[in-house]
């Protein structure tokens, strides 16, 4: 069974104009249909308003649909009764992390949504160790997390969403505030806790660097999924994405411009490294 699947899944905000009375409706997703397998680990791209946020919100039930369906875990999002349920399947993580925080201590912060759910005490202290332990956070446990960096406090969120052992986590371009650096380590994070704890990550970014690893890269444009594939099948139709505005990874970008020019360079070039290795063979042939 499919951990997240969407079926025909549309929204619309309504929105009441000044006067009070008339009703506008914007369309923010359009037939939407998404399954995704359970340990996948997924990206999503897109503009602005392209509607990645208020898919994320209906992957915990936050949103409800206005037509077709989304079911977590195979419990439907309109399911009153299964709403902690969803929500202890799926967590969230948002893009600012002081808006998650809610200890004065890591640990206690890191605490807090197990203690919710009425986990014994041994078993929460297990779990904050491990969750710490995996977003590389285990040393600051005593700390006030006023004094992190972003991309610590980013971690420590994600522990903390980690801890109440959700199979799916679900992340709202949680490296938007970061630098460089923080970045590496909120999606190293992400990356080690799909791969060691084989939890679903679905991770919506505009960093085309962070989704080169992903097992599958959906690209979203207004309201609708405009491309999805593996990151090479996507990235190797840059023209098309140049076509919406969207960007391709810089390396991607070089290797698709030599080509261009003629050098026997493939399309879909991911990393450095490939694109090294197939200049190196080419000049290789040539001499
Ligand atoms: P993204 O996360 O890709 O930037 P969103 O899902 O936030 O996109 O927004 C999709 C569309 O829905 C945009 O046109 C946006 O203006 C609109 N929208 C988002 N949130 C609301 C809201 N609370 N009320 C009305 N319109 C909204
Ligand atoms: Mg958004």
Redesign the pocket.
């Known amino acids: 069974m499919n951990i997240i699947q969407a079926k025909k899944l549309t929204h619309d905000y309504r929105k009441v104009g000044d006067d009070g009375e008339t009703e506008t409706s914007c369309r923010a997703l359009d037939n939407v249909d998404l399954d995704v397998a359970p340990g996948q680990f997924i990206a999503i791209l897109g503009h602005n308003g392209s509607g990645?946020?208020t898919l994320a919100k209906h992957l915990n039930a936050i949103l409800t649909p206005t037509d077709g369906t989304v079911w977590v875990d195979g419990m439907d999002t309109r399911d009153a009764e299964k709403l902690n349920a969803i929500r202890q399947t799926a967590g969230m993580v948002f893009q600012n992390p002081d808006n998650q925080i809610i200890g004065t201590v890591v640990d206690e912060d890191v605490a807090f949504g197990p203690e919710n759910m009425g986990i014994p005490t041994e078993e929460i202290l297990e779990r904050v160790e491990n969750s710490l332990k995996t977003v590389g956070m285990w040393e600051y446990r005593d700390r006030s997390p006023n004094r992190l960096s972003g991309g610590q406090k980013q971690r420590v969120a994600i522990a903390g969403v980690m801890a109440m052992e959700p199979k799916c986590i679900v992340l709202?371009?949680p490296t938007a505030m970061l630098d460089p650096v923080g970045r590496r380590e909120v999606i190293r994070a992400a990356q080690k806790l799909n791969r060691e704890k084989q939890v679903t990550i679905l991770l919506i970014t505009h960093y085309m660097e962070e989704v080169t690893e992903a097992d599958r890269v959906i690209v979203m444009d207004q309201g609708k999924i405009l491309m999805q594939g593996t990151p090479r099948e996507v990235f190797s139709r840059v023209e098309e994405l140049k076509e919406h505005r969207l960007d391709v990874p810089q390396v991607t970008m070089l290797a698709h411009e030599l080509r261009k020019s003629g050098l026997p360079v493939p399309e879909g070039v991911l990393t450095v490294q490939e694109l090294a290795e197939s200049l190196i063979a080419a000049s290789r042939r040539a001499v």
């Open positions: 990645k946020s709202d371009e």
